[in-house]
């Protein structure tokens, strides 16, 4: 079991030490992939940039789903960490619009959706793979260690940048520094392949494997046969699309860009890494309630608290207190943590194990493919068109509607011994 949790946790941490490293540097990358640009605009255009990867997330949850639901999940997982590292390690190597000009951004956007295609089978497929090999009462908390991996991922980004910024001077960044933390992704990827290599398939994946027709096509099973379980995933995951991603993504940059808070770049990424420690904990906690509560009871409880406080959160950012903006982004960790916590059990139980890496694939990734990548980009142009920095708070209101929605739908499964 720990070399399972070991084997999937890498794949996952480099997926999202990917999008932190990206997240970081995005006022860098915007300065050199748009020069000319605001400091706003350019935001706006690398986060765009960022969001367009997430177009790809469907055709890869296709892809690979077929691959894991039809041939292997742990062939779907080897081949999803090699397809995902290459573009990152390459976006270390780019020329930038100075070198090159135009052809640098467009580049960079090829680069972003091969990444996304990748993570369209990577992180789902992970935790399908470890609640089919843990016990059936433990499955929240055997599958929150995904979810803790990818903020581990987070962590380790936070960490590496905070490591950049710390010995490299602001002008040698721009310089080139900023290219150090996406190669260094190429030794975490030949460490997860090595493990990967060394675990067995999952045994209810095996003993339902062997009783499927070869015939079978899961992706078409799944649109006419579980049309009710999509819904209900896409409109639950819209509270990991948005709080997730505003959390750890659009918050990096919020603190430190003199455009919203200004915080010192050192002391801002001090107070985050902190945070995504939380964040880290606080979902093994979810995963751990769910098991003993019910996934329901804290999906339901989580999105009461962000319907009645995400606006009020981004207020606390602003408020006259030097601690304001670590005690918000505080309860933004916990919150999300819980709630990220239950995600790859709660979604997992939904499907069959014939097209489970299938249906949670597809159904994750047309969340986050609508609103995961985009919430960065949404947050700054909302608060672009409202002039209210606060404004974010609103998205993390309607996602938790979204997820309220999805209620009714949803049948909880934690009680079931056999999946």
Same mark, same amino acid.
């Given at each position: 079991?720990?070399?399972?949790?070991?084997?999937?946790?890498?794949?996952?941490?480099?997926?999202?030490?990917?999008?932190?490293?990206?997240?970081?540097?995005?006022?860098?990358?915007?300065?050199?992939?748009?020069?000319? &640009? &605001?400091?706003?605009?350019?935001?706006?255009?690398?986060?765009?940039?960022?969001?367009?990867?997430?177009?790809?997330?469907?055709?890869?949850?296709?892809? #690979?789903?077929?691959i894991g639901d039809k041939f292997s999940r742990k062939n779907a997982l080897l081949l999803s960490i090699?397809?995902?590292?290459?573009?990152?390690?390459?976006?270390?190597?780019?020329?930038?619009? =100075?070198?090159?000009?135009?052809?640098?951004?467009?580049?960079?956007?090829?680069?972003?959706?091969?990444?996304?295609?990748?993570?369209?089978?990577?992180?789902?497929?992970?935790?399908? #793979?470890?609640?089919?090999?843990?016990?059936?009462?433990? !499955?929240?908390?055997?599958?929150?260690?995904?979810?803790?991996?990818?903020?581990?991922?987070v962590i380790l980004g936070s960490l590496v940048s905070l490591m950049c910024t710390t010995v490299y001077?602001?002008? =040698?960044?721009?310089?080139?520094?900023?290219?150090?933390?996406?190669?260094?992704?190429?030794?975490?990827?030949?460490?997860?392949?090595?493990?990967?290599?060394?675990?067995?398939?999952?045994?209810?994946?095996?003993?339902?494997?062997?009783?499927?027709?070869?015939?079978?096509?899961?992706?078409?099973?799944?649109?006419?046969?579980?049309?009710?379980?999509? +819904?209900? +995933?896409?409109?639950?995951?819209?509270?990991?699309?948005?709080?997730?991603?505003?959390?750890?993504?659009?918050?990096?940059?919020?603190?430190?860009?003199?455009?919203?808070?200004?915080?010192?770049?050192?002391?801002?990424?001090?107070?985050?890494?902190?945070?995504?420690?939380?964040?880290?904990?606080?979902?093994?906690?979810?995963?751990?309630?769910?098991?003993?509560?019910?996934?329901?009871?804290?999906?339901?409880?989580?999105?009461?608290?962000?319907?009645?406080?995400?606006?009020?959160?981004?207020?606390?950012?602003?408020?006259?207190?030097?601690?304001?903006?670590?005690?918000?982004?505080?309860?933004?960790?916990?919150?999300?943590?819980?709630?990220?916590?239950?995600?790859?059990?709660?979604?997992?139980?939904?499907?069959? &194990?014939?097209? !489970?890496?299938?249906?949670?694939?597809?159904?994750?990734?047309?969340?986050?493919?609508?609103?995961?990548?985009?919430?960065?980009?949404?947050?700054?142009?909302?608060? =672009?068109?409202?002039?209210?920095?606060?404004?974010?708070?609103?998205?993390?209101?309607?996602?938790a509607v979204f997820c309220l929605m999805g209620m009714p739908l949803y049948e909880d499964k934690y009680?079931?011994?056999?999946?």
């Amino acid at each position: 079991m720990v070399r399972i949790i070991l084997s999937c946790m890498i794949g996952n941490a480099l997926e999202w030490y990917a999008f932190v490293i990206f997240g970081f540097f995005a006022p860098t990358i915007s300065q050199l992939f748009f020069p000319g &640009s &605001s400091e706003t605009v350019g935001l706006i255009k690398a986060f765009a940039l960022f969001g367009m990867a997430f177009i790809a997330r469907p055709l890869g949850a296709i892809i #690979f789903g077929h691959i894991g639901d039809k041939f292997s999940r742990k062939n779907a997982l080897l081949l999803s960490i090699f397809v995902m590292a290459i573009p990152t390690v390459l976006i270390g190597c780019l020329p930038t619009y =100075e070198s090159v000009g135009v052809l640098a951004p467009v580049l960079l956007s090829i680069l972003l959706v091969a990444q996304g295609f990748a993570i369209g089978g990577e992180f789902t497929g992970s935790m399908v #793979f470890m609640i089919e090999s843990a016990q059936p009462h433990q !499955r929240g908390l055997i599958g929150s260690w995904a979810t803790f991996s990818c903020v581990f991922g987070v962590i380790l980004g936070s960490l590496v940048s905070l490591m950049c910024t710390t010995v490299y001077s602001p002008e =040698e960044i721009l310089a080139g520094a900023w290219r150090i933390p996406f190669v260094l992704t190429l030794a975490g990827t030949l460490v997860g392949t090595y493990i990967r290599k060394n675990v067995a398939e999952p045994k209810t994946y095996l003993d339902h494997k062997a009783e499927r027709k070869s015939h079978a096509f899961p992706l078409k099973e799944l649109f006419t046969e579980h049309s009710r379980s999509i +819904v209900s +995933v896409v409109l639950i995951d819209f509270i990991t699309a948005i709080g997730f991603f505003l959390l750890v993504i659009f918050l990096p940059t919020y603190l430190q860009s003199p455009v919203y808070l200004g915080l010192d770049a050192d002391y801002a990424m001090k107070i985050n890494t902190f945070n995504m420690v939380i964040f880290a904990l606080t979902t093994l906690v979810g995963g751990a309630l769910s098991d003993r509560y019910g996934r329901k009871t804290v999906f339901m409880y989580v999105a009461g608290i962000l319907l009645i406080g995400g606006y009020p959160i981004f207020q606390l950012f602003h408020v006259n207190w030097e601690f304001g903006p670590l005690v918000a982004q505080f309860i933004l960790a916990v919150h999300i943590g819980l709630f990220f916590g239950v995600i790859p059990a709660g979604l997992s139980e939904i499907f069959p &194990s014939h097209l !489970r890496f299938t249906g949670l694939s597809v159904s994750h990734n047309i969340s986050m493919a609508l609103f995961g990548g985009s919430a960065p980009l949404l947050a700054t142009g909302l608060i =672009e068109l409202t002039h209210d920095l606060a404004a974010p708070g609103i998205l993390l209101m309607v996602a938790a509607v979204f997820c309220l929605m999805g209620m009714p739908l949803y049948e909880d499964k934690y009680k079931v011994k056999t999946i």
